[in-house]
């Protein structure tokens, strides 16, 4: 009897709609802050759970529902941030953030009739974009916290101090602190179009294993890092350098017999994905500038390809 009341209880909730219809928000908040499609769906679901502990009439005395419901979602982030810092210190490898397909592609490849999956509802904009998010990971929590909130969605001050316990003149100060963050690690992003034609020949390039013609397209201190997670193989260190990293993409092309390279949108750019007998194993963002290569990213980790396997 109890649970049909709580039923109802629900179903008469003026605000149910509102809730629902913050999933989106909620998601793309979460991502920012972790890094992590899993991640953010966890802290959704944790969101939901928290607002409905509460009682009818506690959540008929919030003003603003969806207000709350990013707040708490954001708390929740906070401390996991904290935590994740020491979770990847035994992560086997580097970390790289969980990259995202195009929202479009993920729509025709669920097609069939799979559930929707929390990839379909990141909006994909600058601010998802892999060198950014790289960027994001050096920062404190309270850092990327207050940044994120102000400088991607536009929270004041008064409402981020809130979320991170301190007063809104520090977390101008925070917010101050990762925009040099940024500035310094960052140079301007290539156009659009230079950028995919980089990818696309340095695609050309790898299937041919001509050496030579990958290396023109890298910066001779180019960065490569790969994320097994000690689930598959990949490098445990950064490959440095353009003879380096073009020897080893050389390498891999010639090693995994079968392997299909096809050109994607990864987090809102053009990217790569390696896949074998249909199946992605791999997921490459880039970061081109001034032309050439700087950053590769190569994420192999089975868990962080959810979306791209499910395809």
């Known amino acids: 009897m109890s649970n049909e009341s709580e039923q109802d209880d629900a179903g008469a909730d003026p605000s149910l709609s509102v809730i629902v219809s913050e999933r989106r928000q909620l998601i793309n908040v979460g991502y920012r802050l972790l890094g992590s499609l899993a991640d953010a769906e966890d802290v959704v679901q944790e969101t939901y759970a928290r607002w409905y502990a509460l009682t009818p009439r506690q959540r008929q005395a919030v003003a603003s529902p969806g207000g709350w419901m990013t707040k708490v979602a954001s708390r929740i982030c906070l401390d996991l941030l904290g935590s994740a810092r020491v979770r990847r210190e035994s992560y086997v490898g580097e970390w790289i953030p969980e990259p ?4 479009t592609e993920w729509a025709s490849a669920r097609a069939g009739g799979a559930a929707p999956d929390p990839a379909d509802r990141v909006t994909l904009d600058e601010s998802v974009g892999m060198a950014f998010l790289v960027v994001l990971e050096a920062m404190t929590p309270a850092e ?6 102000h400088d991607v969605f536009r929270y004041s001050f008064a409402e981020v101090a809130e979320i991170v316990g301190r007063t809104p003149p520090a977390c101008r100060q925070l917010a101050s602190s990762a925009r040099r963050r940024i500035r310094a ?12 034609e980089v990818v696309g020949r340095f695609k050309r390039a790898w299937e041919a294993k001509d050496i030579e013609a990958l290396i023109g397209l890298l910066d001779p201190d180019v960065v490569a890092v790969g994320d097994g997670g000690g689930i598959v193989s990949a490098a445990l260190r950064p490959a440095v350098g353009g003879e380096v ?11 995994m017999s079968g392997m299909t390279i096809l050109e994607r949108t990864v987090n809102g750019q053009a990217g790569l994905v390696a896949q074998r007998g249909g199946i992605t194993e791999t997921v490459l963002a880039f970061d081109v500038v001034d032309g050439r290569i700087k950053h590769i990213w190569s994420v192999r980790n089975p868990e962080k390809l959810r979306p791209w396997v499910s395809g």
């Open 100 to 103: 995202l397909p195009d929202r």
């Open 144 to 149: 990327r916290v207050a940044f994120v909130l």
């Open 185 to 196: 690690a960052q140079a301007p992003a290539a156009p659009v179009a230079e950028h995919a």
């Open 245 to 255: 990293v073009a020897r080893g993409f050389v390498d891999i092309v010639s090693l």
